[in-house]
């Protein structure tokens, strides 16, 4: 699942690398790695309700 800041971090980095901008491309890269870091959030987040709802759902039996 790629999130809105990875697209943009990606065109960043492109477009800083395309006309050698080492300060824009740093920025995409940044940007890339927020992205990253908010993915990986949301998984662990989805992971822990889908943990919490399975135990839930067992003691209810």
Same mark, same amino acid.
Request: zero cysteines; proline letters at 0%.
């Given at each position: 699942m790629t999130?809105? *800041?990875?697209? @943009?971090?990606?065109?960043? +980095?492109?477009?800083? +690398?395309?006309?050698?901008?080492?300060?824009?491309? *740093? @920025?995409?890269?940044?940007? !890339?790695?927020?992205? @990253?870091?908010?993915?990986?959030? *949301?998984?662990a987040k989805?992971?822990?309700?889908?943990?919490?709802?399975?135990? !839930?759902?067992?003691?209810?039996?």
């Amino acid at each position: 699942m790629t999130n809105f *800041d990875q697209i @943009k971090g990606k065109v960043k +980095e492109t477009a800083g +690398e395309a006309v050698d901008n080492d300060r824009l491309a *740093d @920025k995409g890269r940044a940007d !890339r790695a927020k992205g @990253k870091a908010k993915e990986a959030a *949301d998984k662990a987040k989805d992971r822990a309700k889908k943990a919490s709802d399975d135990a !839930r759902s067992r003691f209810a039996e």
